[in-house]
Structures are given as C-alpha cells and as structure tokens.
C-alpha cells in the first residue's frame, strides 16, 4: 500500500507498484523557494487545475526550466484547501484515461501552498497572506479557471450582485467577491512599487482575458469614483506594459473524480482513492482524471516575463492566432458537434456522450456538421491543424468510456450557445460569395431537434425534463401546444423563435434556412420515433461522404 504523502523519492518501488510515475524533483526544496520568491499564482484549485495547469508546473520543474512551483489561491470552497490541498500534502496523482481503458498515472508536486482567500469580511487572513505575494517583485503571472461565472459582477437586470455592490460602497479593505479582492490585490501591488503583472484567464470562453480586463476595470473605476483609489491605478491596470490580460483557448476535459479510477487505484495498492464531496457540493479528490487531448493556446503578453510554458506544451502565440484556434474549436471543431450530441442524446436517452458515439447515425451526424459543413469555412489558426482536431475527438476522445460527460449537462443553457455553435458558421456562407446557407443540411436539422426538445417530449413521445437554460420557460411556451401526429401550425409556432437573432445571430428565414428547419420539424411531429428516423433518412439522402 501507498499513501499519496509517501516519500516518493525514496519509496519509488511502492509507487511504481501502483503504477504511479514520481517526480525526481525535491518538493520540499521547490515549495522553500517558490514562497521564497513567487513567479506563480493561480486562482481556482479545482479539478482543471490540477489535471492540466499543475501538469504544466511540474513539467518546467522536472526539465529543469524552473525551480519555483505555484502558489493555489481558492476563493470558493474552503473545503477543497483543508480536505485536499492541506490533507495530502499538496500533491495530485492524475490520472489519464485512454479510449482503450488504460491508464496514465503520475504523481505532481509543483503546488507550494493553497490558500483559502475569501470572503476577507469574514476572515482577512488569506487576503492578507495574499497581498504579501502580489507585493513580491519576482511574482510574473497570475492564472484564472474559476469558471466564467468567476468573472460575472452583475445580475440579468444589470445591477450589482450584493457582493460586489458592497466592495464598491466598501471599498478595498476587506473584499467579498474574488473580482473585488483580485483588484485589492493588484492595489497591494500598486502600492508596492508599480510592478509589472499578467493575469491570464484560462476560463473556457471566448475572448477570456478581455472578460477579466473589463471586470478588473469596473470595480476600479467604481472605487475611483468613490474616492478609495486615485487614476494613477486606473492608469497602471490599463497600461499594457504594466499589466498583461492575455486571451487563451483552452481544452480538456477534465469531469469530476470518477468512482471508477477510485475503485481501480485502490485495487492498485493507493490508500488516498476516496471522493471528497464537500458541504458546498465541490467534488474532489487526492486523485484527479482526465483525457488524454489537451490544448493550451495563450497570447503572449507578459510585461514582467513569464515561466517557459512552451517547454511543457503550451502555444505561445499572438492575439489573433489565439482568436483564430478558439473560433475553430467554438464554431466548428468541437462545441457544435458536443451541442448536436446532447441535443440528440437528451431527447434519445442516452446517459453518456461516450454511448451515443455507439450509435451510427449520431456519429455520420456530427461528421457531416464538422467535416462537411463547418470545415471549409473555418479560419485554420495554423498551430492547431483543424481536420486533425476533429480527427482526434472523433475517434479518441468522444468515444472515450472513462470521461463520464453526459449530454443533459452540456445541453444546459443551449439558447446562449447557438449563435456561436452555429450562428458563425451560417454567417461565413452568407458571406461568401461562393457559398449558400441554404445548401446547408445537417445544422438545420440540428436547430429541428432543438425546437422538438423544447417542447419536453423525447422521441418516444414521454415527457423528460430538458436542461436548465435561461430561455427554456419563454420558448417552451411556444412549441408547447403542438402534438405529435396532430395537424400542427409549425410556421405560427416557431417563427418568432427561428427569427431572433439574439439566438442565432442571424434571422434564419432571411437566410434561406427558416422555411427548410420547419420542413424537418415538422416530419419530426409526425409520431414517436420520427426523430431517429428523420436524421437516419437525411443521412441517406443528404449526406456527403467524409474523405
């Protein structure tokens, strides 16, 4: 047996016995000097961080082009600091599940210290804790994957959440919300002698670090206007040669800890394989899983230098380049062929992405939206090759068993998503004079099983519950009084949905798709199982054969 606190550089054998790879580095050495003179800070210890970000620390380590590790900032779950972080030491063992059931296993000791920072009103000593680092001039980069809601300061009504409203009125003494104490951070910094910085955004979503600018901006600008900071900070944060908001394009799945990998690492000898399901529903473990596909895109825009992340394989590029590699995997690559599968597995029953890659006709489906309608409009970032990447997540990585992802969790909030998943690759054929929208087959058909989900009936005719998604009540109410096999007004139904733009980013009857995306809706409304028989037939007629 072997606990994940073991000394691994003396008790290889008993690793290697639960086909666990160790570090050669020393950890105590490399957390002595990180907290010495700290290069990293990274905000949200969560399961993406440790799979990937803590992976890319403990690479520039092991090579040898780094004798700092990285300093974890937690600002949600307390939970994840005392019972992870705290409890094992601050080692990870990852694990990479492969399509074939096997498995990589390594050992990561990069992260020096987690710190619990928030909200500072109720304990400052995080904060504070924090301050001191974001004061030290060797500090270079301060990362983010906190989720995009992370970086949200208003409600849908445009006003302040309560949090923020308070550090506003409160000023930046004692923050509540993770902006808010980010800016009283920078502040520290400020304060102690104008030092350069990057804060990079690693969130999934596009154009990420301008979405950490502006929120930065907004709060202090708030406190400017309310007397706690002068424009000379405004001016700091501002000036690019002083503070870095790179944009980034990240990819990897990384799901919560599976019990599966639990039970197989136990069965291997590891005595640290149990799930920790914190009071604030944080699910985590000694243990984290995740694919085998990565992808880290970044601008390289770094005022006070940066760690080599291209020795541990992330892109470093310019601005654009990262625009171009998001817009490929967002509008073409992978999000629209994820919101296909979950649309479709929704309203079939699937439980798992990875089962519905079982099915024929549901994989011809997401190759015609990939290949052949989405690929020859697609803007080729040139460091990710975009017909390789779909090669890859169709063959590797959505088959994959051991990355548990389910179609209900990535159908949620699908009315926000269809403008870019779709809506950008309409436009390109509207924009080319070469091209016409409506020789388009398979994303019309897509949106046609969309509007058949929204109505809350699957495909056997039994009502399901659909996922959580903002505009769900509002739209449900326009399909809900069509009927299967009934004489349907389709047009009537669905013509207010088919011409927002705010869904779709163009007006589908302008385009020359609304009349075909009612055709296809309304054979779908003829009886039960007219879903898989309408994509089974529109394959047969209409698909183009995949080179």
């Given at each position: 047996?072997?606990?994940?606190t073991?000394d691994?550089?003396?008790?290889?054998?008993?690793?290697?016995?639960a086909n666990i790879?160790?570090?050669?580095?020393d950890?105590?050495?490399?957390?002595?000097?990180?907290?010495q003179s700290?290069?990293?800070?990274h905000?949200g210890?969560?399961?993406?961080?440790?799979?990937f970000h803590?992976s890319?620390a403990?690479?520039?380590i092991?090579?040898?082009?780094?004798?700092t590790?990285?300093?974890?900032?937690?600002?949600?779950d307390?939970?994840v600091?005392?019972?992870?972080?705290?409890?094992?030491?601050?080692r990870?063992v990852?694990?990479v599940?492969?399509?074939?059931?096997?498995?990589?296993?390594?050992?990561?000791?990069?992260v020096?210290?987690?710190i619990?920072?928030g909200?500072?009103?109720?304990?400052?000593?995080?904060f504070?804790e924090l301050?001191k680092?974001?004061?030290?001039?060797?500090?270079?980069?301060?990362s983010?994957?906190i989720?995009?809601?992370?970086?949200?300061?208003?409600?849908?009504?445009?006003d302040?959440?309560p949090?923020?409203?308070?550090?506003?009125?409160?000023?930046?003494?004692?923050?509540?919300n993770?902006m808010?104490?980010?800016?009283?951070?920078?502040?520290?910094?400020?304060?102690?002698g104008?030092k350069?910085?990057?804060?990079?955004?690693?969130?999934n979503?596009?154009?990420?670090g301008?979405?950490l600018?502006?929120?930065?901006?907004?709060?202090?600008?708030?406190?400017?206007?309310?007397?706690?900071?002068?424009?000379?900070?405004?001016?700091y944060?501002?000036?690019?040669?002083?503070?870095?908001?790179?944009?980034s394009?990240?990819?990897?799945?990384?799901?919560?800890?599976?019990?599966?990998?639990?039970?197989?690492l136990?069965?291997?000898g590891?005595?640290d394989?149990e799930i920790?399901?914190t009071p604030?529903?944080?699910?985590?473990?000694a243990?984290?899983?995740?694919?085998?596909?990565?992808?880290?895109v970044?601008?390289?825009?770094?005022?006070?230098?940066?760690?080599?992340?291209?020795?541990?394989?992330?892109?470093?590029t310019?601005r654009?380049?990262v625009?171009?590699?998001?817009?490929?995997?967002?509008?073409?690559?992978?999000?629209?062929l994820?919101?296909?599968?979950?649309?479709?597995?929704s309203?079939?029953?699937?439980?798992s992405?990875?089962?519905?890659?079982?099915?024929d006709d549901l994989?011809?489906?997401?190759?015609?939206?990939?290949?052949?309608?989405?690929?020859?409009?697609?803007?080729?970032?040139?460091?990710?090759?975009?017909k390789?990447?779909?090669?890859e997540?169709?063959t590797?990585?959505?088959?994959n068993?051991?990355?548990?992802?389910?179609?209900?969790?990535i159908a949620?909030?699908?009315?926000?998503?269809?403008?870019?998943?779709?809506?950008?690759?309409?436009?390109?054929?509207?924009?080319?004079d070469?091209?016409?929208p409506?020789?388009?087959?398979?994303i019309?058909?897509?949106?046609a099983?969309?509007?058949?989900?929204?109505m809350g009936v699957?495909?056997?005719?039994?009502?399901?519950?659909?996922s959580?998604d903002?505009?769900?009540?509002?739209?449900?109410?326009?399909v809900?009084?069509?009927k299967l096999?009934?004489?349907?007004?389709v047009?009537?139904?669905?013509?207010?949905?088919?011409?927002?733009?705010?869904?779709f980013?163009?007006?589908?009857?302008q385009?020359?798709?609304?009349?075909?995306?009612?055709a296809?809706?309304?054979?779908?409304?003829k009886?039960?199982?007219?879903?898989?028989?309408?994509l089974?037939?529109?394959?047969a007629?209409?698909?183009?054969?995949?080179?």
């Amino acid at each position: 047996m072997v606990k994940i606190t073991d000394d691994y550089l003396n008790n290889k054998a008993a690793f290697a016995k639960a086909n666990i790879k160790v570090p050669t580095y020393d950890a105590k050495k490399v957390a002595d000097k990180t907290l010495q003179s700290p290069t990293w800070v990274h905000f949200g210890g969560g399961n993406l961080f440790r799979a990937f970000h803590a992976s890319i620390a403990n690479q520039l380590i092991e090579s040898g082009k780094s004798d700092t590790g990285v300093i974890v900032a937690e600002t949600y779950d307390d939970g994840v600091v005392s019972g992870i972080y705290g409890k094992y030491n601050n080692r990870i063992v990852r694990v990479v599940t492969k399509a074939d059931g096997s498995q990589d296993r390594e050992l990561f000791a990069p992260v020096a210290k987690a710190i619990y920072a928030g909200p500072a009103n109720e304990d400052a000593s995080g904060f504070e804790e924090l301050e001191k680092i974001f004061e030290n001039d060797s500090l270079q980069v301060v990362s983010f994957s906190i989720t995009e809601k992370g970086y949200h300061l208003k409600n849908g009504d445009g006003d302040f959440f309560p949090p923020v409203a308070n550090d506003i009125k409160n000023g930046p003494s004692k923050p509540q919300n993770n902006m808010s104490l980010l800016v009283s951070l920078m502040l520290a910094r400020f304060n102690a002698g104008k030092k350069p910085l990057t804060l990079m955004s690693t969130d999934n979503f596009s154009q990420n670090g301008d979405r950490l600018k502006d929120s930065v901006l907004t709060i202090a600008k708030a406190w400017k206007n309310n007397g706690f900071v002068n424009q000379d900070f405004i001016d700091y944060l501002s000036d690019p040669k002083q503070v870095g908001f790179p944009l980034s394009m990240i990819d990897r799945i990384t799901p919560n800890p599976s019990d599966k990998i639990s039970a197989d690492l136990a069965k291997d000898g590891f005595e640290d394989a149990e799930i920790l399901h914190t009071p604030k529903h944080t699910n985590i473990a000694a243990f984290t899983n995740t694919e085998e596909a990565h992808y880290l895109v970044v601008e390289d825009d770094f005022p006070n230098g940066r760690p080599a992340f291209e020795e541990a394989g992330v892109i470093m590029t310019d601005r654009d380049t990262v625009n171009a590699a998001d817009e490929m995997k967002v509008t073409t690559c992978l999000n629209p062929l994820h919101t296909a599968l979950a649309i479709y597995g929704s309203i079939l029953g699937f439980d798992s992405i990875a089962s519905e890659m079982q099915n024929d006709d549901l994989v011809a489906l997401i190759k015609q939206i990939g290949y052949i309608e989405g690929l020859p409009v697609v803007k080729d970032p040139k460091v990710i090759n975009p017909k390789s990447f779909i090669d890859e997540l169709v063959t590797k990585r959505l088959p994959n068993p051991y990355i548990p992802d389910t179609p209900q969790r990535i159908a949620t909030d699908t009315s926000q998503k269809l403008s870019v998943r779709y809506g950008v690759t309409i436009q390109h054929y509207v924009d080319d004079d070469n091209r016409d929208p409506k020789n388009l087959n398979f994303i019309p058909l897509v949106i046609a099983t969309w509007l058949r989900y929204l109505m809350g009936v699957n495909d056997k005719g039994e009502a399901f519950t659909p996922s959580p998604d903002p505009m769900y009540d509002e739209l449900h109410a326009k399909v809900d009084g069509l009927k299967l096999g009934g004489d349907n007004d389709v047009h009537a139904s669905v013509k207010d949905i088919l011409s927002n733009k705010n869904i779709f980013s163009v007006d589908l009857y302008q385009v020359g798709l609304g009349e075909k995306v009612e055709a296809y809706f309304t054979e779908e409304l003829k009886g039960a199982g007219q879903i898989e028989k309408v994509l089974h037939d529109t394959l047969a007629s209409k698909a183009t054969p995949v080179k």
